[in-house]
């Protein structure tokens, strides 16, 4: 058992706090945001995440884990503090490092004893080293002992803490082998391959690895985009592709793109890092094009569709970026309500978890009460987001609340005969 601090009770960081108590660990987790701790301490979640309200619970009266603004109580006796605070982009697409910065100052601040600095953020390659000199500077080189080490987080939202108890592998970066070592006895009881290598290669990772993922889903949305043009399926052709085992099946649906706090943010910032220092990211310029141009392509369907947009009422399932969370940065959703409404329509949307945030980003949103209050009086329904709840939905009551009938099956999740057999006029993304 080891006595941690967590830094950040965001998604990385209440999920890496929480998993590690349920392992046995002594958390302490601390946030900047009173309110965020304050609730946290009445047992309510800042986030929607399947099983993580139950899995705090349990910990919290187990008296593993427990929540603090005090950076002086968070570290004290810690031999490890995790630092997962969020690293945005700012106007120019680099990570923004201010809430890291203010992480390892009050670190350095408030640690009296040698401590292992474990970083979670995704953050620029180097970072680890600027973040060694932060610590080592404020103190006047009179600060404890320390290391830093890399971790980078790959869980997911939705199924952030089955991610996180159940890695693929566990990336560790540090200049110092034992330290990274320690590190790795946290996850042992994960049984999940470790890899270790320098600070700067293990950033890389975390970042290679989502590029390569919003490379896959753009470079299918390109091929959904060209099967439209040719007659061809792309769900077949994803299918006949993810058999090939060089390929695989995974992160080969076309939709409306990639969104969330990751993708967006992180292609950006590679692209940022890249062409800072000389080299040319052609590649990602192009993947996050084709991301963008896939939300455009989404709203000048449902315009074709229905002639103008213009005093039109368009339905909209789902806002969150993704299914099982409430999580709306960057989301695809906002995006194309936004282009709807610049175009003239009135819009009203459901969501199961994402209501409340999506109306404080777009006030003149109109919020309904189900999939079929969000049908009633539609010209046309955009299913943006694939819920379960959104995946079987009685389509006969679904077209007697419509004015309209077209539907705009943005993740391909309906089927395309049933829907046409009942006289909407389905389209899906690259599906004839
Ligand atoms: N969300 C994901 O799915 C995911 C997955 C893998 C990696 N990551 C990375 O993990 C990091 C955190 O992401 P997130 O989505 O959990 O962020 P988040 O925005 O949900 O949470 C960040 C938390 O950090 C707190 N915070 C900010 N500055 C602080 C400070 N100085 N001291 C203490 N707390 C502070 C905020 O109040 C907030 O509660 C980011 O770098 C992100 O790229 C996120």
Not at 79 to 101: C, K, M
Not at 284 to 313: S, Y
């Given at each position: 058992?080891?006595?941690?601090?967590?830094?950040?009770?965001?998604?990385?960081?209440?999920?890496?706090?929480?998993?590690?108590?349920?392992?046995?660990?002594?958390?302490?987790?601390?946030?900047?945001?009173?309110?965020?701790?304050?609730?946290?301490?009445?047992?309510?979640?800042?986030?929607?995440?399947?099983?993580?309200?139950?899995?705090?619970?349990?910990?919290?009266?187990?008296?593993?884990?427990?929540?603090?603004?005090?950076?002086?109580?968070?570290?004290?006796?810690?031999?490890?503090?995790?630092?997962?605070?969020g690293t945005p982009s700012n106007d120019i697409g680099e990570a923004?490092?201010?809430?890291?910065?203010?992480?390892?100052?009050?670190?350095?601040?408030?640690?009296?004893?040698?401590?292992?600095?474990?970083?979670?953020?995704?953050?620029?390659?180097?970072?680890?080293?600027?973040?060694?000199?932060?610590?080592?500077?404020?103190?006047?080189?009179?600060?404890?002992?320390?290391?830093?080490?890399?971790?980078?987080?790959?869980?997911?939202?939705?199924?952030?803490?089955?991610?996180?108890?159940?890695?693929?592998?566990?990336?560790?970066?540090?200049?110092?082998?034992?330290?990274?070592?320690?590190?790795?006895?946290?996850?042992?009881?994960?049984?999940?391959?470790?890899?270790?290598?320098?600070?700067?290669?293990?950033?890389?990772?975390?970042?290679?690895?989502?590029?390569?993922?919003?490379?896959?889903?753009?470079?299918?949305?390109?091929?959904?985009?060209?099967?439209?043009?040719?007659?061809?399926?792309?769900?077949?052709?994803?299918?006949?592709?993810?058999?090939?085992?060089?390929?695989?099946?995974?992160?080969?649906?076309?939709?409306?793109?990639?969104?969330?706090?990751?993708?967006?943010?992180?292609?950006?910032?590679?692209?940022?890092?890249?062409?800072?220092?000389?080299?040319?990211?052609?590649?990602?310029?192009?993947?996050?094009?084709?991301?963008?141009?896939?939300?455009?392509?989404?709203?000048?369907?449902?315009?074709?569709?229905?002639?103008?947009?213009?005093?039109?009422?368009?339905?909209?399932?789902?806002?969150?970026?993704?299914?099982?969370?409430?999580?709306?940065?960057?989301?695809?959703?906002?995006?194309?309500?936004?282009?709807?409404?610049?175009?003239?329509?009135?819009?009203?949307?459901?969501?199961?978890?994402?209501?409340?945030?999506?109306?404080?980003?777009?006030?003149?949103?109109?919020?309904?009460?189900?999939?079929?209050?969000?049908?009633?009086?539609?010209?046309?329904?955009?299913?943006?987001?694939?819920?379960?709840?959104?995946?079987?939905?009685?389509?006969?009551?679904?077209?007697?609340?419509?004015?309209?009938?077209?539907?705009?099956?943005?993740?391909?999740?309906?089927?395309?005969?049933?829907?046409?057999?009942?006289?909407?006029?389905?389209?899906?993304?690259?599906?004839?």
């Amino acid at each position: 058992m080891a006595k941690i601090c967590v830094i950040g009770t965001g998604y990385v960081g209440l999920v890496t706090g929480t998993c590690l108590s349920d392992m046995g660990n002594q958390v302490t987790c601390v946030d900047i945001d009173e309110d965020r701790i304050e609730q946290l301490n009445r047992g309510i979640m800042p986030i929607y995440e399947p099983g993580l309200e139950q899995l705090v619970k349990q910990n919290v009266e187990a008296q593993r884990l427990s929540f603090t603004t005090s950076y002086k109580e968070g570290l004290q006796d810690v031999e490890f503090a995790f630092i997962a605070v969020g690293t945005p982009s700012n106007d120019i697409g680099e990570a923004d490092l201010r809430y890291v910065q203010l992480a390892a100052n009050s670190i350095a601040k408030n640690m009296d004893h040698p401590t292992i600095i474990v970083n979670k953020s995704t953050v620029p390659v180097g970072t680890g080293d600027w973040v060694t000199e932060i610590i080592h500077d404020q103190n006047g080189g009179q600060t404890p002992e320390f290391t830093v080490v890399s971790n980078p987080e790959f869980l997911r939202e939705g199924s952030a803490i089955n991610d996180f108890m159940n890695p693929d592998r566990v990336v560790l970066g540090s200049t110092d082998q034992e330290s990274a070592n320690k590190v790795a006895g946290l996850y042992e009881a994960l049984r999940s391959p470790i890899m270790i290598t320098d600070l700067r290669t293990a950033e890389m990772i975390k970042y290679a690895s989502n590029a390569f993922l919003a490379t896959r889903i753009s470079f299918i949305n390109e091929i959904a985009n060209i099967c439209e043009s040719l007659g061809a399926d792309v769900r077949e052709v994803a299918r006949g592709m993810g058999m090939d085992k060089r390929i695989g099946p995974s992160f080969l649906d076309a939709g409306l793109g990639w969104g969330g706090s990751c993708f967006p943010k992180d292609v950006k910032a590679l692209t940022y890092m890249a062409t800072t220092r000389g080299a040319h990211p052609q590649l990602l310029q192009a993947v996050a094009d084709i991301n963008q141009n896939q939300r455009k392509r989404a709203v000048k369907k449902i315009e074709k569709a229905l002639g103008t947009l213009r005093g039109k009422k368009i339905g909209v399932l789902g806002l969150s970026f993704k299914p099982n969370t409430d999580d709306i940065r960057y989301a695809p959703s906002l995006d194309i309500i936004r282009m709807l409404l610049e175009a003239g329509a009135v819009v009203q949307a459901f969501d199961p978890q994402a209501m409340e945030a999506s109306k404080k980003e777009i006030p003149n949103l109109v919020l309904c009460q189900s999939p079929y209050d969000t049908a009633k009086g539609a010209d046309a329904l955009l299913l943006a987001t694939e819920w379960n709840e959104f995946k079987s939905l009685n389509f006969s009551k679904i077209k007697e609340e419509m004015h309209g009938n077209v539907l705009l099956d943005g993740r391909n999740i309906w089927d395309p005969e049933d829907l046409r057999g009942l006289g909407f006029e389905y389209s899906g993304i690259g599906v004839p």
